[in-house]
Structures are given as C-alpha cells and as structure tokens.
C-alpha cells in the first residue's frame, strides 16, 4: 500500500537527541546530610539515576543515562541549603559535545 491509502504505510520515523548529562555529587555535603534527607534525595529522583544501600550510608551515581533533565534533585539538595551561596550537593549538567541519538522505527 502507500500512504495515500492508511497512515500504516507512510514512511515515517521517529528521530530524537539527547546531550549525555554530566551528573555530580558533592560527598563532603552528602556527608553533612541525615540519613532521612538521603532518602528523601533518592526518592525525588522519578528514573532512579541514583544507587544507595539500605541505610542511605553510601549515595553513588547509578545510571546517569537514564537521568531526563527534570532537576528534581537539584532542587532537593537545594532545599537542604542553609545559604544560598552554599554548595550544593547535586549537580547535573550536559555535555555539549556528545548526544544520543535515536531512532524509533517500525
């Protein structure tokens, strides 16, 4: 068929890209936080990128390729802030230079 008749034979596909992101801890400020605060920093993430134990003591980067962007736990290592000026203890940052590129086909 063509895709005159049905839009199931239209040549299409599907292209996106995204930069690789650049995810960083700060451990000297992680160490500073409770261990209820850790969990709570975990748990903000909705893709899981992090990797804890059970007692929230070690607080690693996982799979930053799954993070989306989103900063959901930039804002919540910010919230732990006591000024503003403070370093924080979540960073994420693109690389520029390199992407993922995909395509979705049928």
């Known amino acids: 068929g063509i895709g005159k008749e049905h839009a199931k034979w239209s040549p299409v596909a599907v ?6 992101p650049i995810i960083t801890l700060n451990q000297a400020v992680l160490s500073t936080y409770s261990p209820e605060q850790k969990a709570e920093l975990y748990k903000s993430c909705p893709t899981e990128v992090f990797e804890t134990d059970e007692n929230y ?10 993070c989306m962007y989103c900063d959901e736990c930039v804002k919540v ?10 370093d924080s203890a979540v960073t994420v940052r693109m690389q520029e230079d390199k992407f993922i590129f995909s395509v979705e086909v049928r």
């Open 15 to 20: 292209a996106t890209y995204m930069y690789d």
């Open 77 to 86: 290592a910010d919230s732990f802030k006591d000024n503003p000026e403070d």
């Open 57 to 66: 003591e070690q607080f690693t980067v996982g799979d930053p390729m799954r």
